[in-house]
């Protein structure tokens, strides 16, 4: 199928799964190719893709080969013991050989210029953070990275990183090292480096703790599951969204999304996880204050007020003005 656009679409993709290995243990690499040979969507260090495993599943899995092979992407999966299925139905049952839908790229943990970065991974927190490595290395940038996990053979890519950058690699099994000692890593501020972290919501929320004296913008963090945050005061309110291009008016009940009502009313605005970690349904705001309830925004670009995931935000006022 060629790839289809739209204002609020992005492109998608009928992929070949060229390749499926074992990384670690209960981590496989899927390597994605263009049935014809052509050249892949470009994407940098921090991008993610939809992967459709099936009509009712798509998941969400960061980049993490070479941004400057525009033949092939590459996602790294493990196995959640735990899950809803997306990571059991790549084990079990993806073939080499078959037909994987994608769509994307997008990014939401952009690497930004900066003197020197802190890296910290852990488990299959490992897979944005590769490709940022090998960027922060190409840009002649000074660079740490602290990889954590349960056990060395949990730990994908673990004997690469160490070996293709000694000195500045540092793996930490849990079962031989302990937890990571984020005191000792992020105790003092510093006003020129850059904290890039990707993992699990307890390793996420312990570095929010510890760098919260660094400067604003300073911590950069990656979600594979929602935010942990309170419900805001006010959330069982209805409230109007207009939709700028039709001049449509549409009213959101207490009990439904922005994103099922637009649906409802046949407004087509794309979505995956609704859960406000993958940033597929983001829409730009015209009008009115959001309430931010995603786990993709940083403050600033929460107070800028300027776009809202559909599927989990909702309005802070009595009306917004969607760019829809």
């Known amino acids: 199928m060629p790839p289809t656009t739209s204002p609020h679409t992005e492109v998608e993709l009928d992929l ?38 099936a009509p009712d599943l798509v998941r969400q899995y960061s980049l ?33 050989g078959g037909t994987v839908r994608i769509r994307g790229p997008r990014n939401h943990f952009p690497l930004v210029d900066a003197e020197r970065y802190l890296f910290i991974a852990g488990g299959i927190g490992i897979t944005p953070i590769l490709p940022m490595v090998a960027e922060a290395a190409r840009r002649g940038a000074d660079w740490r990275l602290v990889y954590g996990g349960r056990t060395r053979a949990s730990m994908a890519f673990a004997d690469r990183l160490a070996a293709d950058h000694p000195g500045r690699v540092e793996i930490c099994p849990q079962d031989e090292t302990g937890l990571l000692d984020l005191q000792g890593l992020l105790g003092e501020p510093r006003a020129d480096t850059e904290v890039y972290c990707c993992g699990p919501a307890p390793l996420l ?31 069982g309110e209805s409230f109007e969204v207009e939709l700028a291009g039709s001049g449509t008016t549409l009213t959101v009940p207490p009990d439904r999304s922005v994103l099922e009502v637009l649906e409802e009313a046949g407004v087509p605005v794309l979505s995956s996880c609704r859960e406000g970690t993958c940033g597929t349904c983001e829409t ?29 935000s909702r309005c802070a006022s009595k009306r917004l003005v969607l760019d829809l």
Request: net charge negative; charged share 25%.
């Open 64 to 96: 993490c080969g070479d941004p400057d092979d525009p033949s092939v992407l590459q996602v790294a999966v493990l196995r959640e013991q735990d899950g809803r299925g997306g990571s059991a139905h790549v084990h079990d049952h993806l073939a080499e």
């Open 16 to 53: 070949t799964l060229v390749r499926k290995e074992p990384l670690a243990d209960g981590v496989v690499r899927l390597t994605l190719g263009h049935p014809e040979g052509e050249p892949l969507p470009a994407w940098r260090p921090g991008a993610h893709i939809d992967v459709r495993l």
């Open 284 to 312: 730009g705001v015209l009008q009115g204050e959001v309430e931010h309830r995603d786990s993709l925004l940083t403050d600033a670009e929460r107070a800028a007020n300027d776009v809202m995931f559909v599927c989990v």
């Open 205 to 235: 929320g312990a570095v929010e703790l510890h760098c919260r004296d660094w400067p604003a913008g300073a911590l950069h963090i990656e979600r594979f599951t929602p935010r942990e945050d309170p419900a805001p005061d006010g959330t």
